[in-house]
């Protein structure tokens, strides 16, 4: 039963010069104060026949996806999961990843979701950070979880494998092809198969709901917040509803029964709280993507024909060079979404034109936003961009531009830290009481402010425009140099695919800028790197600033990305370090 609707409450409503650009957008809304499973049971009951996901060719209908759910909260419930109980779910995007997370949510328990690829060491801290009692995995990735559990044992591993989610026939198939190089799981007390997990469920005969509202904690999520060191943040139900309500009206062109991409993993705020939780909110088909690469890429389009796709910059980066899309008809794409990292000028006007060219009536919209707030809050609007802006607040939430370090918000055009007030804010970081006052503080209009860490500003419109991160920005001689706009301009030129800007130590300057490029696989076949770095270093003097120019350019073949597949300039700096100690040595 979904309890009464809410509406956000403001203590004084802040400036909102964007209005005007809503159209029939209604600025304020209701929500549904209820559960996650309770907001996606609703959807079943109206389309208890159409398809709720799609994974490697099996779908389930939202029919079948609620009895899965429902055996699958009698298993947890069966081996002693109980409400408030916090539980480690690391898999990838799979249907199991999705019924254990409305299966726990269902019971009361948390998901605590994390990366499938983390390390032991890794895991470890996760389990410890949220005092987890109980894990699921993939049985491939055992090995790194019985090492964790050495240090920090839990109650039950849960251990599922691709093959579980297939059916009879395909699991069989993968059980004998891929799934032989996977080590099997050994038998002991504390570890239970799925399969086990779902039939042990079969004997329990008491009621699994919870009582938990949507105003109490529904998900961990991770992020490295304003100082980056990984947390746990933390987020209730409302939170994630929200942000499906506040979608399905703001872009203007879902429908149910559509195909969306869930190629986002579902770890991260932008593939649960939009590919998945929103999807499945409005009821979407959710075509589940464990893993891909540049060269799978492109037939994952052709074969699913998705209406709407959702991802980071580099997963655009892929469409525009794989071979399987030079041809392809693209009418069917309704909605293609970028968020999770900072989308060039240049970049979107190549996807753009690449859409145009294939028959999709689609721009590309850009959002912003951070796992603090689930993820994107901000979003360009449907048909209308304005060139660098990130786009206009979702309803209900709130923008400012304040001086870094401060309250006191900027003028129009003056960059300054972005500050949001939203129904989505999380409840906060997970022991780390301190840091939670920096980020989550009270203005003088009686509001609570998530402080982002990020640069940005405003225009008199009400436009929001993305600068950098506050960690990133670079201060050589005593002026501000921000990567992002250094990356942008780069990647202006024809022959650069991807770009990295990062600042090195220098005794001089303090830092001095350097530039880290990918080619366009034609240019770097047609020419030899030192004719292009020379066009590239002219084309940079005629369009940067002197006192922001690069003074040493790298080219790689490609660039490190992070887990979620951002550009890791972090690792970046860490090499210039490592380069600059062993130069100092000798």
């Known amino acids: 039963m979904i309890s009464d609707n809410f509406t956000f409450k403001l203590k004084k409503e802040p400036k909102a010069p964007w209005r005007k650009w809503y159209g029939d957008i ?13 907001m996606i049971s609703k959807t079943a009951a109206q389309y208890p026949d159409l398809h709720a996901y799609e994974f490697m060719g099996r779908a ?97 591993l849960i251990t599922t494998s691709i093959a579980d989610g297939l059916g009879m026939i395909k699991g069989t198939a993968f059980k004998y092809t891929t799934g032989r190089k996977i080590k099997k799981v050994p038998k002991k007390s504390e570890i239970i198969s799925w399969k086990d997990l779902i039939k042990g469920g079969a004997s329990y005969f008491l009621p699994t ?54 190629i986002m993993p579902i770890f991260h705020g932008f593939g649960l709280g939009i590919c998945t939780h929103g999807s499945l909110s409005y009821g979407l088909k959710c075509i589940l993507i464990p893993q891909f690469n540049n060269q799978t890429y492109g037939k994952i389009i052709n074969q699913y024909k998705p209406n709407y796709i959702a991802g980071v910059p580099t997963l655009f980066e892929a469409m525009l060079i794989t071979p399987a899309l030079k041809d392809a008809d693209l009418s069917y794409l309704k909605g293609v979404f970028c968020g999770g990292d900072s989308l060039s000028i240049e970049l979107k ?43 206009v607040p ?53 509001n609570t402010w998530l402080h982002t860490g990020d640069l ?24 501000s140099i921000y ?21 090195i130590d220098d005794p001089y300057k303090i830092q001095k800028v350097k530039a880290f490029i990918v080619l366009r696989s034609e240019y770097a076949a047609m020419y030899n790197t030192e004719e292009i770095e020379k066009e590239i270093k002219e084309y ?25 597949g951002k550009i890791a300039y972090t690792v970046l700096e860490e090499e210039e370090r490592e380069k600059a100690r062993k130069t100092q040595k000798h």
């Open 540 to 564: 940079c003097r005629k369009n940067i600033a002197k006192f922001a120019l690069p003074a040493q350019y790298e080219f790689r073949a490609d660039l490190p990305k992070t887990l979620v």
């Open 483 to 503: 990567p992002s706009q250094l990356e942008n301009i780069i990647e202006g030129h024809p022959a650069v695919l991807s770009s990295c800007v990062i600042g």
């Open 394 to 446: 979702l309803p209900d939430n709130y923008y400012k531009i304040c001086k870094v370090g401060t309250t006191k918000e900027q003028t129009y055009g003056e960059v300054g830290e972005i500050c949001i007030c939203g129904p989505e804010n999380m409840i906060g970081y997970i022991n780390y009481q301190d840091e939670n006052k920096q980020v989550l503080q009270r203005h003088l209009d009686g």
């Open 60 to 156: 389930a209908s939202y029919r079948e996806l609620m009895l899965k759910i429902e055996s699958c909260a009698k298993g947890l419930k069966q081996i002693g999961v109980q409400q408030d109980d916090v539980i480690t779910v690391c898999l990838p995007n799979c249907p199991q990843a999705i019924i254990v997370f409305y299966a726990l949510n269902k019971i009361g328990a948390i998901p605590s979701m994390i990366h499938p690829l983390s390390a032991a060491k890794e895991i470890e801290f996760f389990l410890q950070v949220s005092n987890s009692v109980m894990a699921v995995t993939l049985d491939a990735f055992y090995g790194k979880f019985a090492e964790a559990m050495e240090r920090y044992p839990l109650r039950k």
């Open 456 to 479: 940005g500003w405003m225009d008199p419109d009400g436009f929001i425009y993305f600068n950098q991160r506050l960690k990133r920005m670079i201060i050589s001689s005593g002026y």
């Open 209 to 262: 709901a919870s009582t938990k509202t949507g105003k109490d904690v529904a998900a961990i999520l991770y992020s490295g917040g304003t100082t980056g060191y990984t947390k746990g943040i933390a987020l209730t139900s409302n939170n994630f509803n929200v942000l499906a309500v506040q979608l399905t009206v703001f872009l203007k062109c879902l429908e149910p029964g559509g195909r969306m991409l869930n």
């Open 26 to 38: 209604p600025p304020k809304m209701e929500y549904p104060d209820c559960t996650l499973f309770e």
């Open 349 to 391: 006007k190549k996807i753009d034109e690449f859409l145009k060219q294939r028959g999709c009536k689609e721009q590309v919209r850009e959002g912003y936003g951070l796992t603090e707030c689930v993820t994107g809050t901000c979003l360009t609007l449907r048909d209308f961009a304005r060139e660098g802006s990130i786009g």
